[in-house]
C-alpha cells in the first residue's frame, strides 16, 4: 500500500490551496482518512481527519480556513486550504488508518506560505 500525496506549493499569504492523498494497493476499510504537518524545528502536528461516516475534526489554529474531504470510491482525502498564513508553512502528510488498526502515512507534501 502507498499513498501518494499531492497539491503542495508555494502561496502569499491570504490564498488557497488544495491537497490530495491517493491510496493504491490493497488497502480495505479504511476508517480514518487524516493530514497532520511538520514544520522546521518542531514536531509534526495534527491538522485534519475525516470518518468513514464523514465526521471531522480540525485542530484549533485551522478550523475556520480548512477543510477535509474524502472519496472512499477513491481511496483519497483532500485537504481544501483557505486564508493561507505563514504560519502554515510545513510539510503536510497524509495518514490512513483501517478498522483493522492498520495505519499508512502518506510521503509528505510541502506547503510554503510567503508573508
Known amino acids: 500500500v502507498q499513498l501518494q500525496a499531492s497539491g503542495g506549493g508555494l502561496v502569499q499569504a491570504g490564498g488557497s490551496l488544495r491537497l490530495s492523498c491517493a491510496a493504491s494497493g490493497n488497502i480495505f476499510n479504511i476508517l480514518t482518512m487524516g493530514w497532520y504537518r511538520q514544520a522546521p524545528g518542531k514536531q509534526r502536528e495534527f491538522v485534519a481527519h475525516i470518518l468513514s461516516g464523514g465526521s471531522t475534526a480540525y485542530a484549533d489554529s485551522v478550523k475556520g480556513r480548512f477543510t477535509i474531504s474524502r472519496d472512499n470510491a477513491k481511496n483519497t482525502v483532500y485537504l481544501h486550504m483557505n486564508s493561507l498564513k505563514p504560519g502554515d508553512t510545513a510539510v503536510y502528510y497524509c495518514?490512513?488508518?483501517?478498522?483493522?488498526?492498520?495505519?499508512?502515512w502518506g510521503q509528505g507534501t510541502q506547503v510554503t506560505v510567503s508573508s
Open positions: 495518514k490512513f488508518v483501517t478498522l483493522r488498526g492498520y495505519d499508512y
